[in-house]
């Protein structure tokens, strides 16, 4: 069955730092988000992005943060100048095309910013 | 703007025993409800969905979810727990936009006792 896959798991970085995290999403997927979960906290979106562009971004989705589908396959998002509260989970997902269905999540980056 | 409200943060039941994970919503326009499981260090699973339909809806590993309009409420059951279904629960609701972003529910976390 296909899966959402990222990588790294785990990703441990010095505050400041850029760091990107990488997303494969099903490959005849159309949309795809970015959403993180703090540690002991609910899952927040963070952007969607559809046809090579952002269709949605939340208000924690700031100057810090970019995506981008640099290829036909992955999709990856940016954090430029990592800071401590940036630590969490992030979860990429992605869905088909038109119609009201569910994402599909990966398994998720453990991002911990020291 | 959509929300979600789990009440209960923490749900105990004893194996074999009926269980019941609350859930209510705040959406305009007509509600698109999913359930996701998250097993400690793993990724969102889809459950199941209400997008239209039976008010009854069934999903994966024997769970079901009750949609009520009139109470705007979307509760997840299961006749017979299992251990196995310990985990962490999350209601989300999506936006009826092409973008179709997920608000998720503080998460319910479900202990079934042997």
């Known amino acids: 069955e296909p899966e959402v896959t990222q990588t790294p798991s785990h990703q441990v970085t010095q505050m400041g730092q850029e760091v990107i995290l990488r997303c494969v999403p099903i490959?005849?997927?159309?949309?795809f988000y970015w959403y993180r979960q703090i540690l002991g906290q609910k899952v927040e979106f963070l952007v969607s992005f559809y046809n090579n562009e952002i269709s949605e971004k939340s208000e924690i989705f700031d100057d810090q943060f970019s995506v981008e589908r640099p290829d036909g396959s992955n999709f990856t998002l940016k954090i430029r100048s990592t800071k401590l509260e940036d630590s969490a989970m992030y979860f990429c997902?992605?869905?088909?095309?038109?119609?009201?269905?569910?994402?599909?999540f990966g398994p998720g980056t453990r991002l911990t910013v020291l | 703007a959509q929300s979600v409200a789990q009440p209960e943060d923490q749900v105990n039941v004893a194996e074999g025993n009926p269980l019941t994970v609350k859930c209510t919503y705040s959406?305009?326009?007509?509600?698109?409800l999913f359930w996701y499981v998250q097993y400690p260090n793993r990724g969102l699973q889809f459950l199941l969905k209400?997008?239209?339909?039976?008010?009854l809806v069934k999903g994966s590993y024997g769970f079901e979810a009750e949609f009520n309009k009139s109470q705007t409420s979307f509760h997840l059951k299961k006749p017979s727990a299992l251990v196995s279904d310990s985990a962490l629960y999350f209601c989300a609701v999506r936006d009826n936009t092409n973008a179709g972003k997920s608000t998720f529910g503080d998460g319910t976390t479900l202990t079934v006792k042997p």
């Open positions: 997902a992605s869905r088909p095309g038109l119609g009201l269905n569910e994402q599909f």
């Open positions: 490959s005849n997927h159309l949309y």
């Open positions: 209400y997008i239209t339909g039976d008010n």
């Open positions: 959406v305009s326009g007509n509600p698109y």
